[in-house]
């Protein structure tokens, strides 16, 4: 089934614990993201990557790192958590998202919930 | 800056109503829009992406349009059913500087359908 992975599903953690948010696809795209969503402020974009070890900063970027090493995997890693980035994080990928005839949609992960105590 | 907003926020209608809920966006150079829906608790699923050279998309008893030049997409539903309850998202596609996959959310609209 073609799907995207993000492990794990909830954590509770405390803060300055490194914590990595993992996310796989199986469906060979180039393109893959992270966006967190909390109340009243919707979905925002995170971090991005057109592809192998090319990676982009979106709308929110501070306090997160990423690395596209494999195709299939784009991890989210929060070197020092804070309370603030307690919310609901999601991972999306899609294939040659940007152009003419090849875009195609998006497919989300089911949410990873993080609580930074 | 992109910005994107969603009117109305929320929405409650009788079942088998038709129904438009709206999308506007503020930087007209995007490569795309797309609408999801968003169950409570669950993660996005994609209804219709529109490219931008496109002036609308349809499936099932969905029917997208964009207008680029106005900064506008709607998203028509006809003859709505309680399994549409859901919030509905869109989004675009667009380059910021030197980025060119960058990508916006609108907050969403709120949608209830009652029997």
């Known amino acids: 089934e073609a799907q995207v992975t993000q492990n794990p599903r909830y954590l509770i953690t405390v803060t300055g614990k490194k914590l990595t948010v993992t996310c796989s696809q199986n469906m060979n795209h180039e393109y893959m993201s992270w966006y967190r969503q909390d109340p009243g402020l919707g979905l925002r974009q995170i971090y991005y990557?057109?592809?192998?070890?090319?990676?982009d900063k979106g709308d929110v970027p501070e306090g997160y790192k990423v690395s596209r090493k494999e195709k299939r995997n784009f991890p989210l890693i929060l070197e020092s958590p804070s309370p603030n980035q307690t919310s609901l994080y999601f991972c999306?990928?899609?294939?040659?998202?940007?152009f003419g005839s090849g875009a195609n949609v998006l497919t989300f992960g089911a949410g990873s919930r993080l609580t930074v105590l | 800056k992109q910005e994107v907003t969603q009117i109305p926020a929320a929405l409650s209608v009788p079942e088998g109503e038709n129904l438009v809920l709206n999308c506007s966006f503020t930087d007209s150079a995007i490569y795309n829009l797309q609408w999801f829906r968003q169950d409570p608790g669950k993660g996005l699923t994609s209804l219709l992406l529109i490219q931008s050279s496109q002036r609308e998309q349809t499936s099932g008893r969905l029917n997208a349009s964009l207008d680029k030049s106005s900064g506008r997409s709607t998203l028509y539903i006809a003859a709505s059913q309680p399994g549409d309850s859901a919030t509905y998202l869109c989004?675009?596609?667009?380059?910021?500087?030197?980025?060119?996959?960058?990508?916006?959310f609108g907050q969403g609209t709120i949608l209830t359908v009652h029997p």
């Open positions: 989004a675009v596609t667009y380059a910021g500087g030197t980025s060119y996959g960058k990508l916006t």
């Open positions: 999306a990928s899609s294939s040659t998202l940007i």
């Open positions: 990557s057109m592809n192998v070890e090319v990676t």
